[in-house]
């Protein structure tokens, strides 16, 4: 299978080096707050493993990590449903755990909150959110983010975790998508 990625990428919206830069902020100011915390890194799959990654290399404090997978998106599409269910939960059990949940993207804010809200009833000591990418023009309900990469603008964005029709998570770049491409999966 052939995909070429100019038939798809219209630009870059944040270059590689500009998103290590900033994940190395985020990942001092994430250490400075978690000392002597041992949070727990919680990685919402599967956009949020590349942001993970990166991440927690470099983090100065000791933490470990599990992952979580949650659905609110049918494939292929664009729009989400508001309706969120979990396909795979964690193996850690998070009570008194300072729990950090690691996201590549905020958008309508449901998925992020069905997910603190199912956090929050297994008592942990806290829970704070940290999303690389924040849309907040998307937003249907309100969620309190705690560390935020990049805020951006209402384009539809794919690379460095985050999917085109599943394609193009390796990208090392976020893009954003050309108008009216059709996606890998509808190609014939
Ligand atoms: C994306 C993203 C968030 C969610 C955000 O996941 O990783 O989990 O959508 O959207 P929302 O704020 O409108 O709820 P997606 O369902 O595309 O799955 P993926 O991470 O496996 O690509």
Do not use: W
């Amino acid at each position: 299978m052939k995909l070429a990625l100019d038939e798809y990428l219209l630009e870059v919206l944040i270059p590689a080096e500009g998103l290590q830069a900033r994940i190395a902020e985020l990942g001092r100011e994430i250490s400075a707050d978690y000392v002597g915390k041992n949070p727990l890194l919680i990685c919402i799959l599967r956009g949020g493993v590349m942001f993970l990654t990166d991440l927690m290399r470099q983090l100065a404090v000791p933490h470990t990590l599990d992952f979580m997978a949650v659905s609110s998106y049918g494939a292929g599409a664009r729009e989400s449903t508001g309706s969120v269910r979990i396909l795979m939960d964690l193996a850690t059990d998070i009570e008194h755990r300072h729990v950090l949940i690691v996201e590549d993207i905020i958008d309508t804010g449901h998925t992020m909150h069905y997910i603190v809200q199912v956090l929050q009833a297994r008592g942990p000591a806290s829970v704070r959110i940290c999303t690389l990418l924040n849309k907040a023009e998307r937003r249907e309900v309100d969620v309190p983010i705690d560390y935020v990469g990049f805020d951006i603008p209402n384009k539809f964005v794919f690379g460095y975790g985050l999917d085109l029709d599943e394609y193009f998570r390796n990208l090392p770049f976020v893009g954003v998508v050309k108008p009216g491409v059709f996606l890998p999966s509808q190609r014939v």
